[in-house]
């Protein structure tokens, strides 16, 4: 199984940046694409972004331009850099492994972190 490692998350003012982490562990980490999702109080779990093991990506419309989601193989780590971040972009941010077999969605793997806390003020 794979473990998922979040950090990075904090409290950051509008407009300002954050960059988060997630340490992956366990089978083979360049075998799975990677994803961000987020939670928002009284609202679902939604795509973020996500990267394949090519450094394909694909975003969610309300953070395209805005978010850019890297990995580092080497490191087993992958990250989202946040910047232009507004009070929407609040939540509990998750990090996701699925097993890429050659085509990136919005669809979860069953792989989740324990999720990181972003809290942007107004």
């Known amino acids: 199984q794979v473990q998922l490692v979040e950090s990075g998350g904090g409290l950051v003012q509008a407009g300002g940046s954050l960059r988060l982490s997630c340490a992956a562990s366990?089978?083979?980490?360049?075998?799975?694409?990677m994803g961000w999702f987020r939670q928002a109080p009284g609202k679902e779990r939604e795509f973020v972004a996500a990267i394949s093991w090519g450094d394909g990506t694909l975003y969610a419309d309300s953070v395209k331009g805005r978010f850019t989601i890297s990995r580092d193989n080497a490191k087993n780590t992958v990250f989202l850099q946040m910047d232009s971040l507004s009070p929407e972009d609040t939540a509990v941010y998750y990090c996701?492994?699925?097993?890429?077999?050659?085509?990136?969605?919005?669809?979860?793997?069953?792989?989740w972190g324990q999720g990181t806390q972003v809290t942007v003020s107004s």
């Open positions: 366990g089978r083979t980490f360049s075998t799975y694409a």
């Open positions: 996701n492994a699925r097993r890429f077999i050659g085509l990136l969605t919005t669809t979860p793997g069953n792989y």
